[in-house]
């Protein structure tokens, strides 16, 4: 059996701020998208695991002991932006999407 | 057994605290204390920070509830004690003892001059005298004090705080002369005039005559005119019933006991004040302290006996250190003065200059701690280095006493260090020290820092700074970036500690709007949406409404956005409507209804000023006597957008009913008959806490101003969420030394704080309109970047008596 993966594009680039999220419907997924300060770009799950609601786009993004995280609004854990591990509770993680830019255009895997 | 305690003061309190902690076996059944006061006993040694705004409730030392077996009858005095009876009899009955403790403590004296009877005459010494006091002195404009000596100037601060231009009148050639010699007094006498006091010495007391409404007093060679007078002019043991009762008494007064506590009858003990132990009297609560365990250990059968006691003192006025402790005159004194700069310091040694026996400080009482405890040993350091003012950094020995209300030793602090306490409020609970004067709280920080455990000031893993040092390297190198900052000072990327923090300090230096360029990485999600986030990750919004006034046309529109909006509508504690369930891409739209109709929506989010409450005021209200909506409106809209370490909320009412809770606020104003008084420092929350009167019947302008520097100097040095009631208890020197830095401008910054917040005010701009008017901002309030229009399928409403509330999130399985 092949798998076929599909990038979606969903925002250019430069709609996004260097350290800061933004929330995109990709095959009915939410999914939290992240512009590092390197332009290197993440995507993890928008639900925070722990409270039910579809904000993790809005945390703040930073590094914890080295790893790229983003913090959750709600109640402040911090998830691992690359395994999408919480730092704060071992029971909670977020799902991790592949992203990368290409021409500009900021694409995730997903759905 | 049964066991009867006339007094219920702080040594008869202790005492019958003690004797509970020991008395496992319940050998005293029937405890009764009878106390001549209508309250509990209380905290007498901060008596004046009633008028600082303590209240009476928090100076109570009882903890709730009585140790089983106690009764305790307040406002019944004994008034005689029947020996051979064995009881006690009061106006209400009679109660048999098997033992008896006398804790009568002391009495105001008050010389055999003509006049003292007369209205406007009142001693310092009860809740009751200061309460009475007050009302007194409401509406009226000068207060002699009688008598120079720690009391004396404690009164003649307390009158000072009531707005009375004060003057104290000493018999002796200069103050505090108990304590402080000629040179010493000088000092002193130049410092205390430097507050608005003025100083009387040689003056005795001749009497008092009414003058019309007012009192002439009569003092040396002079007549002062006054509205009223206050003796602190020393205390007299209550020795009287004991007197009655054929009780031996010292010469000069004063219940004679021996070494055990007891009196000429086994069965009668005496302690505190009123006992003269030996045929000595001790006029501090640490002595009385330690004669009540003496007898609490007695009575149990023990052998414990009073070894004298420790007579150092510390002015409590804080802006006026002066601190006495050991012996005052001695074998050889070192003594250096410095009228420049007011500073007097005198060390007492032994002959060989090898031990300490003790001194005075004035002007710099900072080595007082540790000076206090090396007495008996050698000076714990170069005796210059003690002359010329500071504490040089010295090791104290493990059995000094660090504080010498509770007698607790620097060894019993480490010890409580080494059990987990991590911070001043837990030693506090653990060992008593810092619970009483509190002037050892400054040591037990150090002893802290010493060990190791002082909470680190490091902001968070990326900086080794505290917000206030990242405050002052931001200000003084004029840095604009985050970016900028973590390069230089710091590692790695920040996080949701460092961010807001930098972004807040921004903003309080006036870096623009919060959204403007780096800056909008480094918000909260509030901040970054300017709204309310709330548990199914909509926004509530909440129009700004200063003061709370608003016209019918504008509440029209609320009502009318939310119902367009469909919002869930409540009325807040701020006197504000709250408008719930706004997803985020619908913000923008109920901003532009509302700025439209001359709104703009508010702070009710992030660490900046929230509101600013008021009653209604003079201009309804029968009772109100200034126009406190108006002076809310002011001020709400004046520090509207002032970002700092915590929230801050503010009141103002129109009249001493305070309505509007004024003194719930980190700011607080109530009106009086001729301006406005100020409150600082208070909170409600999880930890409520009464705001300090901090300046009197101010006019609007220096109100204002005054108002500007205590936001401005909170900001500078906070902590990160360090609201002003911590930081205020924090504040070493506390309320007298924001008072000396924001009003006599002893750090000479004033004039820095009031430009900066001049330029908060100047900069100020609606944040919610220049986002309508900034396509780049607008931008990021949408549901999804690839699809604005779809708005987020999770967000869903089901309907709670007539009103849209959220649907309760299912939780999702957690991925493991
Ligand atoms: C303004 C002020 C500041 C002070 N500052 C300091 C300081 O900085 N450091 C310090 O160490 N000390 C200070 N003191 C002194 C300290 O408060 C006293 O040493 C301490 O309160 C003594 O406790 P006590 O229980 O012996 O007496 P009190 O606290 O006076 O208690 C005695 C109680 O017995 C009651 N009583 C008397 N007769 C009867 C009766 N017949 N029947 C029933 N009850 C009776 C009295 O009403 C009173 O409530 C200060 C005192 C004042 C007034």
């Known amino acids: 059996m092949t798998t076929t993966i599909t990038w979606t594009a969903v925002c250019r680039l430069g709609d996004l701020l260097?350290?800061?999220?933004?929330?995109?419907?990709?095959?009915?997924?939410?999914?939290?998208?992240?512009?590092?300060?390197?332009?290197?770009?993440?995507?993890?799950?928008?639900?925070?695991?722990?409270?039910?609601?579809?904000?993790?786009?809005?945390?703040?993004?930073?590094?914890?002991?080295?790893?790229?995280?983003?913090?959750?609004?709600?109640?402040?854990?911090?998830?691992?932006?690359?395994?999408?591990?919480?730092?704060?509770?071992?029971?909670?993680?977020?799902?991790?999407?592949?992203?990368?830019?290409?021409?500009?255009?900021v694409e995730v895997v997903a759905g | 057994m049964r066991l009867v305690v006339i007094g219920n003061g702080m040594v008869g309190q202790r005492f019958v605290e003690s004797l509970a902690a020991r008395d496992t076996a319940r050998r005293f059944t029937e405890v009764t204390v009878l106390g001549e006061e209508t309250r509990r006993a209380y905290d007498r040694v901060r008596l004046s920070a009633f008028f600082d705004g303590v209240s009476a409730e928090e100076l109570t030392l009882a903890p709730p509830g009585v140790p089983a077996g106690t009764t305790i009858r307040l406002g019944e005095p004994a008034t005689a004690v029947d020996r051979e009876a064995r009881v006690v009899r009061t106006a209400a009955g009679e109660y048999p003892y098997d033992a008896l403790v006398l804790a009568t403590g002391s009495r105001a004296f008050v010389p055999p001059v003509p006049g003292t009877g007369s209205p406007g005459v009142f001693v310092y010494r009860t809740l009751d005298d200061l309460e009475a006091l007050r009302a007194h002195a409401a509406g009226r404009s000068a207060g002699i004090v009688v008598g120079g000596g720690l009391l004396g100037l404690e009164a003649a601060n307390a009158l000072r705080l009531l707005g009375l231009r004060t003057a104290i009148v000493e018999f002796a050639p200069h103050l505090m002369p108990m304590q402080v010699d000629a040179a010493g007094g000088a000092i002193l006498r130049r410092r205390i005039e430097e507050l608005g006091i003025d100083v009387h010495t040689g003056a005795g007391v001749t009497g008092i005559a009414p003058d019309g409404d007012r009192l002439a007093v009569g003092a040396g060679e002079l007549t002062l005119g006054a509205d009223l007078v206050v003796f602190a002019a020393g205390v007299r043991p209550r020795d009287e019933l004991a007197r009655a009762a054929g009780l031996p008494v010292a010469e000069r007064g004063g219940i004679l006991v021996d070494a055990s506590c007891r009196t000429a009858d086994e069965r009668v003990f005496a302690i505190g004040e009123c006992a003269a132990v030996d045929g000595r009297c001790y006029g501090l609560v640490a002595p009385g302290y330690a004669m009540a365990d003496v007898v609490a250990d007695r009575l149990l059968g023990g052998d414990a006996t009073f070894g004298g006691a420790d007579m150092s003192t510390k002015l409590k006025l804080l802006g006026v250190d002066v601190a006495s402790f050991g012996a005052t005159t001695g074998p050889l004194d070192v003594v250096y003065a410095d009228p420049a700069h007011g500073l007097y310091a005198k060390l007492v040694l032994t002959d060989d200059a090898r031990t300490l026996l003790g001194g005075i400080l004035v002007g710099d009482a900072a080595a007082y701690g540790v000076l206090k405890a090396a007495v008996g040993g050698p000076v714990p350091g170069k005796l210059a280095d003690f002359l010329s003012a500071g504490a040089p950094d010295v090791a104290l020995p493990g059995d000094a006493q660090v504080?010498?209300?509770?007698?607790?030793?620097?060894?019993?602090?480490?010890?409580?260090?080494?059990?987990?306490?991590?911070?001043?409020?837990?030693?506090?609970?653990?060992?008593?020290?810092?619970?009483?004067?509190?002037?050892?709280?400054?040591?037990?920080?150090?002893?802290?820092?010493?060990?190791?455990?002082?909470?680190?000031?490091?902001?968070?893993?990326?900086?080794?700074?505290?917000?206030?040092?990242?405050?002052?390297?931001?200000?003084?190198?004029?840095?604009?970036?985050?970016?900028?900052?973590?390069?230089?000072?710091g590692t790695g990327r920040g996080c949701d500690v460092c961010k807001p923090v930098v972004a807040s300090i921004l903003a309080s230096l006036g870096g623009g709007h919060v959204l403007d360029g780096e800056q909008a990485a480094l918000q909260d999600t509030n901040d970054h949406f300017l709204a309310n986030i709330q548990r199914d990750g909509t926004y509530s919004v909440v129009p700004r409404i200063p003061g709370g006034e608003i016209t019918p046309e504008r509440l029209i529109v609320i009502g009318e956005v939310a119902r367009d909006f469909g919002l869930y509508t409540k009325i807040t504690g701020g006197q504000r409507i709250d408008l719930f369930g706004a997803r985020v891409e619908q913000l923008p739209a109920i901003w532009r209804r509302l700025v439209d109709a001359g709104f703009e929506s508010g702070h009710a989010y992030g660490k900046a000023l929230r509101t600013v409450k008021s009653c209604v005021g003079s201009t309804w209200c029968r009772y109100g006597v200034q126009d406190s909506v108006g002076l809310a409106v002011a001020l709400e809209l004046r520090y509207r957008g002032l970002r700092s370490p915590h929230k801050l909320k503010s009141a103002v009412s129109g009249c001493a009913r305070e309505c509007a809770e004024a003194r719930s606020k980190d700011f607080g104003v109530i009106a009086t008959e001729t301006g406005w008084n100020l409150y600082v420092g208070g909170n409600g929350g999880f930890r409520p806490r009464h705001a300090d009167l901090f300046a009197t019947d101010l006019s609007t302008e220096e109100l204002v101003r005054t108002i500007d520097r205590f936001l401005m100097f909170y900001i500078r040095t906070a902590d990160r969420l360090q609201r002003t009631a911590a930081w205020?208890?924090?504040?070493?020197?506390?309320?007298?030394?924001?008072?000396?830095?924001?009003?006599?401008?002893?750090?000479?910054?004033?004039?820095?704080?009031?430009?900066?917040?001049?330029?908060?005010?100047?900069?100020?701009?609606?944040?919610?309109?220049?986002?309508?008017?900034?396509?780049?901002?607008?931008?990021?309030?949408?549901?999804?970047?690839?699809?604005?229009?779809?708005?987020?399928?999770?967000?869903?409403?089901?309907?709670?008596?007539?009103?849209?509330?959220?649907?309760?999130?299912?939780?999702?399985?957690?991925?493991?």
């Open chain 1, 18 to 105: 260097p350290e800061r999220g933004a929330a995109a419907l990709v095959g009915g997924v939410q999914v939290a998208v992240f512009r590092l300060h390197d332009d290197q770009v993440r995507a993890v799950g928008n639900r925070d695991p722990l409270w039910g609601a579809n904000v993790m786009s809005r945390g703040i993004v930073g590094t914890r002991g080295g790893r790229a995280v983003v913090v959750s609004p709600m109640h402040k854990q911090a998830y691992d932006l690359d395994t999408g591990a919480c730092l704060d509770d071992p029971a909670a993680a977020l799902p991790v999407y592949a992203a990368r830019v290409r021409d500009g255009v």
């Open chain 2, 403 to 489: 504080c010498s209300c509770n007698a607790v030793t620097k060894d019993q602090v480490l010890g409580a260090i080494g059990a987990g306490c991590a911070d001043v409020g837990c030693l506090k609970a653990c060992t008593r020290a810092g619970t009483t004067c509190g002037s050892c709280v400054p040591l037990l920080r150090s002893l802290l820092t010493e060990a190791g455990v002082a909470q680190s000031t490091a902001l968070c893993e990326h900086f080794a700074y505290s917000r206030q040092e990242l405050f002052d390297l931001i200000r003084v190198r004029g840095i604009a970036t985050f970016s900028a900052l973590i390069g230089e000072y």
């Open chain 2, 728 to 816: 205020l208890e924090a504040l070493d020197g506390g309320l007298e030394h924001l008072r000396a830095v924001i009003v006599d401008d002893s750090l000479g910054i004033c004039a820095e704080l009031d430009a900066a917040m001049d330029r908060h005010v100047g900069g100020y701009a609606d944040e919610w309109r220049a986002v309508l008017e900034d396509p780049d901002k607008l931008r990021r309030f949408v549901s999804f970047v690839n699809e604005p229009q779809t708005p987020d399928p999770s967000i869903a409403f089901t309907v709670e008596r007539e009103q849209r509330v959220p649907v309760p999130l299912g939780m999702p399985e957690v991925s493991a």
